[in-house]
Each structure stands twice: as C-alpha cells, then as structure tokens.
C-alpha cells in the first residue's frame, strides 16, 4: 500500500479454505485464493474545465485452493472533477466469469444460465452536478455483455435543497437484460424527503416502487438527539403489492412494522 496526491497503489492476497467455518459472520465464497492490485494516477491540469482526474487501473484475480481459475476483473476507471464542481466518471472492464454448474436466475420464468466460460464487456458513464447548488442533477448509463446477452442500465433523477431544513430527490432506474431464454425489464422509480426541524430533530422519508416484484415500499425515521452521543429513533417500514396486482385496485400490505430504538451516552 501506497498512497500520495498525485498516484498511488494498493495490493492484496486473501486465501479462504473450503472447510473454513467462521464462529461469527458468514462467508460468501469459500475455497479461493484472491488477489487484488489497483494502481491510480492523479494529473491535477486546473484547466478551463477540468480540474482534477483520478484515473484507476485495477484487476482482480481468483482461483480456488488447488489454484483453477474461477474469476478474473480488470477494470479502467477515469473520475473527472470538473472546474465547476461537477463529476464526469467512465469506466470499462473485461471480465470472465466461470461456471461450473448451471445457475437458476429466474427459475420462476424457466430463466437458467448455462454452465461455462464467460468473457464479457463492460462500458459505463455517469454524471453528477455539483452537490453546492439547490436544484442538482445526475445520470448514469451501463452497458454489458450478460453471460449469453447483454445488459442495459440507464437512470437519472434530480434533486432540490432551497435551504438547510429541507431537501427532496427523485429518481428513476432501469434495467433491460436480454437473453435467449428470455428478457427481464425492471424500472425502479425512487422519492427521498428529507426534513431538519433543528439541529436535534430529523425526519426521513423514502418511497420507492419496483415494477419486476410489484411492490411499493415506504420508510419514514424519525431521529431526535436528546442529548450529544444519545438518541431516539422510531421507524416505520411499510411495503406493499403483489406480482399481477394494480396500484389503481388498492394494493394490500404485504409487511408492516414499527421500531423504537432509544440510547444513552455513559460517561465514566
């Protein structure tokens, strides 16, 4: 590990035995050997319109114990800080995945990824305005090839802060997977609100609406600080909606539940 302004980099080995069984936690994958290296640069031209860039290179490798590849993600990523605050990012990868038995991805639509070798593409860009103004907005376009077909994903929304007290943000997510089993639409449709009273009492509320499940959820939290390091949350999340049933008809709950959260900082 090294790190200064202008480039750094960054190195690691991790080993996990098949028959690891960890006391606390849970492992997503066991029985690899995984090593990660990332080397960035950081030209500062303080020109017109660019003010600074992080570039990244960085490219993962995995095996299993006997040492037979499973993975392998290398990466090119280029975060553009524009002159005016913004952020400007692209990114491309190539990535091979293996498959040693089939991978039910949708077995509710007969979806199953077939057991393989899988080299694929990756290109993306995002925007973001700068965080400094009232009214913000950001975007973000992927594009990938998806074991035997692509991926799409594209979003956006915008944002409105006309003061310290309050904020709102909507947002809009689509993805667009294609295969030859199938294709899989999903649009995610996303409402923030954020209210400050004062310096001590805050309320949160998030909606959000996903097309593929069917479901609207909601979650409001209420946070009051009664004293420094001491608070008191309550929180509400609601959830609703079936696959093949209309938000017009009245959708029923699906969950519904309260939590109350009370702590104390002790000083001794």
């Given at each position: 590990?090294?790190?200064?302004?202008?480039?750094?980099?960054?190195?690691?080995?991790?080993?996990?035995?098949?028959?690891?069984?960890p006391p606390v936690g849970f492992v997503l994958r066991p029985d690899i050997?995984?090593?990660?290296?990332?080397?960035?640069?950081?030209?500062?031209?303080?020109?017109?319109?660019?003010?600074?860039?992080?570039?990244?290179?960085?490219?993962?490798?995995?095996?299993?114990?006997e040492g037979r590849l499973q993975d392998w993600d290398y990466r090119l990523?280029?975060?553009?800080?524009?002159?005016?605050?913004?952020?400007?990012?692209?990114?491309y990868g190539r990535i091979f995945e293996r498959l040693d038995q089939p991978f039910p991805f949708r077995p509710d639509r007969g979806i199953e990824i077939p057991?393989?070798?899988?080299r694929n593409h990756?290109?993306?860009?995002?925007?973001?305005?700068?965080?400094k103004r009232k009214l913000i907005g950001f975007t973000n376009v992927l594009w990938?090839?998806?074991?035997?077909?692509?991926?799409f994903n594209w979003g956006g929304g915008f944002g409105y802060s006309p003061n310290a007290h309050f904020s709102f943000q909507v947002n809009y997510d689509r993805n667009e997977i294609d295969l030859p089993q199938g294709a899989l639409n999903t649009n995610l449709f996303g409402l923030r609100f954020n209210l400050a009273l004062n310096t001590n009492t805050f309320l949160n509320t998030l909606v959000q609406y996903n097309s593929?499940?069917?479901?609207?959820?909601?979650?409001?939290?209420f946070n009051f600080i009664h004293s420094p390091g001491s608070d008191l949350f309550i929180?509400?999340?609601?959830?609703?909606?079936?696959p093949g049933e209309k938000i017009g008809d009245g959708l029923p709950s699906r969950n519904r539940e309260f939590t109350l959260k009370f702590t104390r900082l002790l000083k001794i």
């Open positions: 590990d090294f790190t200064k302004d202008h480039w750094g980099w960054f190195a690691s080995h991790m080993f996990i035995d098949k028959d690891f069984n050997r995984r090593t990660f290296a990332t080397f960035r640069v950081s030209p500062q031209p303080n020109g017109r319109f660019l003010r600074r860039s992080n570039i990244f290179q960085t490219f993962s490798h995995i095996t299993n114990a990523t280029v975060f553009n800080q524009l002159s005016n605050g913004d952020n400007l990012n692209f990114s057991a393989d070798d899988y990756l290109l993306s860009a995002d925007f973001q305005s700068s965080a990938r090839e998806f074991f035997e077909g692509d991926l593929e499940t069917n479901e609207l959820s909601t979650n409001l939290r929180v509400y999340n609601d959830s609703r909606g079936r």
